[in-house]
């Protein structure tokens, strides 16, 4: 289906939760995907660091300081280090699997109680994704419990800040990257951005880089392509398909460093003709 936005047609393809039998961790994770999609993003500074209002807090006063060239360039790097952390992507793994071990069945205990019995190891130290957590059942059986399960229970007996036994309808933040929910909440959301080519309400936000992830891995980067080549950024383009798609990646690696060079000379070469004018 195709979609007219902002005087162009975008393509429109609805598409499931990111999900099947290939796990993306292991591409996600690739030094060169990452570098890649934080060229994509582009950071912003200004984007980065702008007031934000939430919830009940109030906006903080600007805060203004004299400083010299070295001051100023320290106080840059640091708030260029500050950006990379703020950006750092989220995790793109695929859905967990429910848990359906079994450890006993015990049909003599069946009828002793009419409510599930919840096991669980409150030791200090253990991750919450390898605490055992066990059910009883009334049926006898005694299994691992389920994720939801697992989730209140580790709240409870080990509660994490702004995690809550029941998450807010309107946001869903309290979720581990492979849960259901999470992807099914994201995904909708990434499909939207795209079928609506609102890509530049998350460019330079911590959330880019798992979109055209997203959007590569489904294998719909049709309206992300157009996107960067309308806004002048052909080579981010090329980037993308070559590292995706290309069956000649090593030559057209080559023939886009040599285009980078190329305009890399170019515009040195204008800004001398520029200084020996006068003009910069």
């Known amino acids: 289906m195709v979609s ?25 994770f690739d030094k060169k995907v990452q570098s890649l999609l934080k060229i ?6 200004a984007k980065v660091f702008r ?31 500050k950006a990379d952390e703020m950006l750092q992507i989220p995790p793109v793994v695929s859905v967990r699997n429910p848990l359906t071990r079994v450890f006993s069945k015990d049909p003599e205990l069946q009828g002793l109680e009419t409510s599930r019995m919840v096991f669980t190891d409150i030791t200090f130290g253990i991750k919450d994704a390898d605490r055992l957590i066990v059910v009883r059942e009334p049926d006898g059986t005694l299994q691992e419990a389920e994720w939801d399960l697992r989730n209140r229970i580790n709240q409870v ?28 909440v ?12 609102g890509f530049e309400l998350l460019r330079s936000t911590r959330h880019f880089g798992a979109l055209t992830f997203f959007l590569v891995w489904n294998r719909d980067i ?3 392509l157009l996107e960067l080549i309308e ?35 170019r515009e040195e070469m204008e800004s001398g003709i520029k200084t020996a004018h006068g003009l910069s």
């Open 4 to 28: 007219p936005i902002k005087n162009r047609f975008v393509v429109v393809n609805l598409k499931t939760i990111l999900d099947g039998e290939k796990d993306p961790a292991p591409y996600f």
């Open 231 to 265: 806004t002048a950024h052909i080579e981010e383009a090329i980037e993308v398909y070559i590292e995706k798609y290309s069956n000649k990646k090593s030559a057209l690696e080559l023939g886009l460093q040599a285009l980078k060079d190329l305009v890399k000379e």
């Open 157 to 184: 007996y080990f509660p994490k800040v702004a995690r809550y036994l029941k998450p807010p309808r309107m946001f869903e933040d309290s979720f581990e990257p492979n849960d259901p929910e999470y992807q099914r």
């Open 51 to 81: 007031p934000k209002k939430l919830g009940d807090k109030k906006l903080q006063d600007p805060e203004y300081k004299f400083m010299t060239d070295e001051q100023l360039q320290e106080a840059m790097k640091k708030a260029e280090q």
């Open 186 to 197: 994201v995904s909708i959301t990434y499909q939207h951005v795209n079928d609506n080519d």
């Open 222 to 224: 049709d309206n992300l």
């Open 40 to 45: 994509l993003t582009r950071v912003n500074l």
